[in-house]
T-cell receptor
Framework: QQPVQSPQAVILREGEDAVINCSSS?????VHWYRQKHGEAPVFLMILLKGGEQKGHEKISASFNEKKQQSSLYLTASQLSYSGTYFC???????????????WGLGTSLAVNP | DAGVTQSPTHLIKTRGQQVTLRCSPK?????VSWYQQALGQGPQFIFQ???????QRGNFPDRFSGHQFPNYSSELNVNALLLGDSALYLC??????????????FGDGTRLSIL
């Protein structure tokens, strides 16, 4: 049930782009993206709902593909501040209970170097 | 505007003991969720509280229990501690208890070590 994130780790030079994927074997209703820096709390990035929408926040955007049961997070022109571990949390179904109980992936470690 | 605050920040216990962790949600938030995060892992959902009741629970044994107070703050209690309970315990709050898919605001967590 746990979503699979890929890649496990990415190393970038400042200004490069990256894509992080979150795939589930079960049908998804929502995908939540968070970033956690070492020793800090996870910080909310965005939520995508069933419907294949794409969202953006400055140079970070994401898409949600229902058919593939997958969400992708796009980081363009990466900055040093993007470094951290990115987690996706998935909610299944339109049932309130299933959406409150987010199932989280193992995370993707992203390091942006000067 | 204070964010989510958790106490204590660090705790060391021995096997078999009991522990209580505390969380104050962000101002304006009425829903509190608790997570366990082992080293190198993603957060694992323990349970969520709203209107002083547990309304959703993850795959954790009954040794894990909680409480929410009228001011929306919450406690996580763990009994009969095991070595495997060593982890970072995160509290997250969100607004609008009956609305789904709300952003969660996390506290810095309590690092629990079991000897």
């Amino acid at each position: 049930q746990q979503p699979v994130q890929s890649p496990q780790a990415v190393i970038l030079r400042e200004g490069e782009d990256a894509v992080i994927n979150c795939s589930s074997s079960k049908a998804l209703y929502s995908v939540h993206w968070y970033r956690q820096k070492h020793g800090e709390a996870p910080v909310f990035l965005m939520i995508l709902l069933k419907g294949g929408e794409q969202k953006g926040h400055e140079k970070i955007s994401a898409s949600f593909n229902e058919k593939k049961q997958q969400s992708s997070l796009y980081l363009t022109a990466s900055q040093l501040s993007y470094s951290g571990t990115y987690f996706c949390g998935t909610g299944r179904g339109n049932n309130a209970g299933n959406n409150r109980k987010l199932i989280w992936g193992l995370g993707t470690s992203l390091a942006v170097n000067p | 505007d204070a964010g989510v605050t958790q106490s204590p920040t660090h705790l060391i216990k021995t096997r078999g003991q009991q522990v209580t962790l505390r969380c104050s949600p962000k101002s304006g938030h009425d829903t509190v969720s608790w997570y366990q995060q082992a080293l190198g892992q993603g957060p694992q959902f323990i349970f969520q509280y709203y209107e002083e009741e547990e309304r959703q629970r993850g795959n954790f044994p009954d040794r894990f229990s909680g409480h929410q107070f009228p001011n929306y703050s919450s406690e996580l209690n763990v009994n009969a501690l095991l070595l495997g309970d060593s982890a970072l315990y995160l509290c997250a709050s969100s607004p609008g208890g009956r609305r789904l898919n709300q952003p969660q605001h996390f506290g810095d967590g309590t690092r629990l070590s079991i000897l």
